[in-house]
Every structure is written in structure tokens, then in C-alpha cells.
Nanobody
Framework: QVQLVESGGGLVQPGGSLRLSCAAS????????MGWYRQAPGKQRELVAA???????NYADSVQGRFTISRDNAKNTVYLQMNSLKPEDTAVYYC?????????????WGQGTLVTVSS
């Protein structure tokens, strides 16, 4: 079994910052992909940022230069540092990991954490 636990969401004023965390636990050999998605009301879920096992990152154009994704391999944890937040960043944020368990790739989603940017 592999479980993901997200934390760090909340209410923040425009221009503020938040850091999201997603910790994976279980019989994990390695993690090939770690990403953050978000879904705003009435919109489709979209990829915000991703980091791969080699360290390569990519970002949605809307967050480039404001958000930073990072990972701690020793803790099986991925982070999303969000700066200069805007009201349009309001959404439920989900982490998504592809973990290797006994030579098998498994995709797992976090439970979601709400980020609200409002004055």
C-alpha cells in the first residue's frame, strides 16, 4: 500500500505565499514522477508543476516564475512553494506521484488541499 498525505493549504491574501507538501509512505522503491495539479470550480484539472527522477522540472505558463516544485528523496516528499499568489490561483491542489513498488509503476493521488487567495 502507498499512501499520500498532503498539507499546507489555506487562506492567503493576494501577493502572499504558501508551501504545499505531499509525503508518500509505504513499500516504495523509488518515485519516478512527482507533480502538482489543481482544479478550480467549474474547470478541468490542470498540471501546475512536475519534477522527474532526474530533477527535470516543468511548469504551467500561468505559474512560471512564481511557483517552485522541489523534492526530498529521503523523505519521499514533494513540495510546491507558491509565491505572489493571485486570486486565480484559488483551487484544490492535488499531488500526483508515480511510485515504483516491487518493480511495478503505480500512480497515486493525494486527497487534495484547498488554496484560497482572497482579500
Amino acid at each position: 500500500q502507498v499512501q499520500l498525505v498532503e498539507s499546507g493549504g489555506g487562506l492567503v491574501q493576494p501577493g502572499g505565499s504558501l508551501r504545499l507538501s505531499c509525503a508518500a509512505s509505504g513499500d516504495i522503491f523509488s518515485i519516478n514522477f512527482m507533480g502538482w495539479y489543481r482544479q478550480a470550480p467549474g474547470k478541468q484539472r490542470e498540471l501546475v508543476a512536475a519534477i522527474r527522477s532526474g530533477g527535470t522540472t516543468n511548469y504551467a505558463d500561468s505559474v512560471q516564475g512564481r511557483f517552485t516544485i522541489s523534492r526530498d528523496n529521503a523523505k519521499n516528499t514533494v513540495y510546491l512553494q507558491m509565491n505572489s499568489l493571485k486570486p486565480e490561483d484559488t483551487a484544490v491542489y492535488y499531488c500526483n506521484l508515480v511510485v515504483v513498488v516491487r518493480s511495478i509503476d503505480l500512480e497515486r493521488w493525494g486527497q487534495g488541499t484547498l488554496v484560497t487567495v482572497s482579500s
